[in-house]
């Protein structure tokens, strides 16, 4: 199992942030999510310096969907970081941790009366405008509340990353955007002609997750560049800001071989430089938004394991005290993970096990063959890159508690978000 951020073994066991994991398990529970404050600070602090946010006012917006508590608004605030918000429900979080408004970026492809209304009310910096019904509303919220907001088309840019096909978004048949292949973009623009409320000023591209060959993100920078370009010609208007979206992908295990953050925004400034020189057009500032790469590797899981099952020359179940409703990611994508025994640290043998979850659903696994050591109930196992869309996308599937969340640094835990109780899970109840 490879170590991440501050991850070390002293005598055999794994600490993360200068804290015991057992100490961890046996204050907060388990399964308990522990979350690498340093790391995340570290990750934070190098996207800034090489997309160059200080030098060129280029704006890195961590993607809130990974993993969003008011902990992340506040330590995003703090790190500088702008924020992308998908929903009335991330919005509202952002706004409640008083994290400045003008620094979010509203994403969303079908945004209700509710929450356009929300993000105009609380004057969300850019709303990233999805479709016609919402550019319409948009206008007509604004006029009624006497606004002018600033906002970015999303544009379909048809390029095709290779990635798990329920997280590419830059293809041409997608849900997304508005297309460039079928006009849709420009019956977009010749739309704002009516209207005097929402200000065009970017446009903004999304091209997929977890990627790690940077020439789908080169060929967007190309495709964006030069629509920046017609678009000035064509309409006259100077669109001053490109977003370039998430999507860099990484570690799982040790089939996957992530891109370093500053060779992703070396290219990508280099790119962007190289590209408006040879098309004659002024560089613009850029945005990136970053989830996954910000969060995934400082977060992990630990369970506790309780039944270990032998079907003799099939398999070993080892069954620990969470499953998909903490992390969905292997059943809906088949994604991979590593895992150990927090206190036999050094003591990996060759022996395959199937780690599952206690869902009732037979796809309910976390990890199939992997060695670990010698196992007993009882023991804590980590499941490490659990930080982002882990919690975020967990469930109460049958009545299980949310895990709680803590955060440790220098020695100390800070409790992040508390474990549900089974009342709570009554609460909605009438
Ligand atoms: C519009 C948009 N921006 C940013 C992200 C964050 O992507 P990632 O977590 O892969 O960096 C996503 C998710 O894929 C997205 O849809
Ligand atoms: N939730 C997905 C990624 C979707 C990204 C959001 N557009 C994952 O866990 O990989």
């Known amino acids: 199992m490879k170590l991440h951020g501050s991850m070390e073994i002293r005598e055999n066991e794994l600490y993360i942030g200068g804290v015991g994991c057992r100490q961890i398990a046996s204050e907060y529970k388990t399964p308990v ?32 969907k990974a993993f969003l508590p008011s ?17 009335g429900g991330e919005l509202y979080t952002a706004y409640k941790s008083g994290f400045p408004m003008e620094n979010v970026f509203f994403h969303g492809n079908n945004k209700t009366r509710e929450e356009v209304e929300m993000g105009v009310a609380y004057g969300v910096g850019k709303f990233v405008v999805d479709n016609f019904y919402e550019l319409d509303m948009l206008e007509e919220i604004c006029e009624r509340e006497n606004k002018v907001q600033e906002i970015y088309f999303r544009i379909t840019p048809g390029i095709e990353a290779h990635t798990h096909e ?51 993100f080169l ?97 070993v179940y080892v069954s620990v005290d969470g499953g998909m409703t903490d992390n969905i990611r292997p059943s809906l994508y088949h994604a991979g993970y590593e895992c150990s025994i927090v206190n036999k640290m050094n003591s990996n043998t060759d022996n395959k096990v199937t780690i599952a979850g206690k869902c009732c659903e037979s796809g309910d696994i976390l990890i199939s063959n992997v060695a670990v050591s010698e196992i007993e109930s009882g023991d804590t196992l980590i499941t490490t890159s659990t930080g982002a869309y882990g919690y975020s996308m967990s469930s109460n ?15 100390k835990i800070t409790p992040v978000c508390r474990r549900q109780t089974f009342d709570d899970l009554m609460e909605l109840e009438l």
């Open 33 to 64: 999510y522990v979350f690498d404050e340093q790391l995340i600070i570290d990750n934070c602090r190098e996207y800034r310096k090489y997309f160059k946010a200080e030098e060129n006012g280029n704006r890195v917006a961590y993607a809130g």
């Open 71 to 87: 902990y992340m608004c506040r330590l995003m605030k703090e790190e500088k970081m702008c924020l992308d918000v998908v929903s």
């Open 166 to 216: 329920y997280i590419k978004t830059g293809q041409i048949d997608s849900k997304f955007g508005f297309a460039l292949v079928n006009g849709d973009y420009y019956n977009a623009i010749e739309k704002l002609k009516e209207y005097d409320r929402v200000k065009l000023v970017g446009i903004h591209a999304h091209i997929g997750s977890q990627i790690f060959d940077i020439d789908p």
């Open 219 to 315: 060929d967007e920078v190309d495709v964006m560049m030069n629509l920046v370009k017609e678009t000035k010609e064509k309409y006259g208007i100077e669109l001053t800001d490109v977003d370039l979206g998430g999507g860099i992908g990484v570690y799982y295990t040790d089939e996957d071989k992530p891109k370093a953050i500053k060779d992703f925004c070396e290219a990508i400034i280099e790119r962007t430089e190289k590209t408006c020189s040879e098309i004659g057009i002024d560089v613009p500032k850029l945005v990136i938004e970053p989830g996954r790469s910000v969060v995934a590797n400082a977060g992990s899981t630990l369970y506790t394991i309780g039944s270990i099952k032998e079907i003799k020359d099939v398999r």
């Open 397 to 411: 599937y049958n009545k299980i508690p949310k895990p709680a969340v803590v955060a440790v640094k220098d020695g």
